[in-house]
């Protein structure tokens, strides 16, 4: 069995219908892996929906900073998507990995997914 960081590999992410076509950059240059599906994602939404991504990804990251206070909590407030997101990650391969991961659990809620496990310390 392969143990991945990723909740759904990349290259196994359903896109939806395409609505915008805004260039977002947050994962360059962090990984040598197609980050393309989680751009491609984002671009499904409305421009005034990309807010609610962000405040779930916030969330998140108040839970698993709860139970590994190494990993900071992305600030709460967004002003630019792209930018406050790399300005989080700070080309930090972890924190890269919360956030592609926050991205996938937010279209494909891991409820959905029966074979993951939720946070643990273990």
């Known amino acids: 069995m392969d143990i991945s960081v990723f909740t759904i590999h990349p290259n196994h992410i359903k896109i939806p219908k395409k609505i915008n076509n805004i260039s977002y950059s947050f994962l360059d240059n962090i990984?040598?892996?197609n980050f393309q599906p989680y751009y491609d994602l984002l671009n499904t939404f409305e421009d005034?929906?990309?807010k609610n991504i962000?405040?779930?990804i916030y969330?998140?990251?108040i839970l698993i900073h709860k139970k590994?206070?190494?990993i900071p909590i992305l600030k709460k407030n967004m002003i630019s998507f792209n930018d406050d997101i790399i300005q989080y990650i700070n080309k930090d391969?972890?924190?890269a990995i919360?956030?592609?991961n926050g991205i996938q659990q937010y279209f494909t809620p891991i409820k959905d997914q029966p074979h993951q496990t939720q946070?643990?310390?273990s």
């Open 54 to 56: 962000y405040h779930f």
């Open 68 to 70: 590994f206070n190494s």
């Open 48 to 50: 005034f929906r990309i």
């Open 31 to 33: 990984y040598d892996i």
């Open 98 to 100: 919360i956030i592609m």
């Open 93 to 95: 391969k972890i924190k």
């Open 59 to 61: 969330l998140r990251s």
């Open 119 to 121: 946070l643990s310390n």
